[in-house]
């Protein structure tokens, strides 16, 4: 058995998504507020999207949101110039990265897809403790 961490994150960095997709309100708030349930996690809140001066920052047009999860977060960045998306989704439990890619694709119809996946707190449960990892997630 490895040796359990605290968290998972998975960054997905989506090139040429569906045009419109990056500027799109409604679209990146549902894409947040359904991808939780869709991966059996649990909202500390509704979902939050901001859109971006696209004025002030030509460069760094689009839209940024998260939700806060009682596992972590899910954050979406969009680049409105590039039709480019970062998912960063944050979890201190093993989640499944193929149906969270899967529900990228689904939604943004990205060209290309890169991830990566990153183990997080590798040494969190590594100090002495009275308990026992599988007390400490289940808490």
């Known amino acids: ?23 799109d309100l409604t679209l990146c708030y549902n894409f947040l507020d359904e991808i939780v349930g869709f991966l059996g996690m649990e909202k500390q809140a509704p979902p939050s999207v901001f859109r971006s001066d696209g004025v002030r920052f030509p460069d760094k047009a689009g839209l940024s949101g998260w939700v ?9 960045h969009t680049l409105t110039p590039k ?21 990228c694709r689904s939604v943004f119809f990205p060209k290309r897809v890169e991830a990566q996946y990153v ?16 007390e400490l997630v289940h808490k």
């Open 119 to 134: 183990e997080r707190g590798i040494n969190y449960y590594a100090q002495s403790d009275s308990l026992t990892h599988k």
């Open 68 to 76: 806060p999860l009682i596992e972590s977060s899910i954050v979406i």
């Open 83 to 103: 039709d480019f998306i970062s998912v960063d989704i944050y979890c201190c439990r093993i989640f499944d990265r193929r149906k969270a890619e899967e529900f």
């Open 1 to 23: 058995m490895s040796k359990p961490v605290f968290g998972y994150e998975l960054l997905l960095d989506l090139y040429d998504c569906k045009p419109g997709a990056c500027d």
